[in-house]
């Protein structure tokens, strides 16, 4: 999923319109789905704290983008 997440990235940089909005969909979605399973299924304490923070930010940037529309 990470890389999903990285290759949309790419994706949205070099596109505009709906193919950009549609790579940040899907890349926040690939993020959040390693989040996830970094933080239910991670190896140590560590990793699981790297997926929680990045749940956490995942969330907050969704959220923060539907307040500004």
């Known amino acids: 999923p990470i890389l999903v997440a990285q290759g ?7 596109s505009d319109g709906p193919v950009r909005s549609a790579a940040l969909a ?4 690939a993020l959040a789905w390693w989040a996830y399973g970094e933080l239910t299924e991670g ?3 560590v990793r699981r704290a790297i997926g929680a923070v990045a749940l956490v930010s995942v969330a907050r940037s969704l959220t923060s983008r539907s307040q500004s529309l």
């Open 8 to 14: 949309l990235r790419v994706v949205a940089a070099v």
């Open 26 to 29: 899907g890349s926040r979605a």
């Open 43 to 45: 190896a140590n304490v």
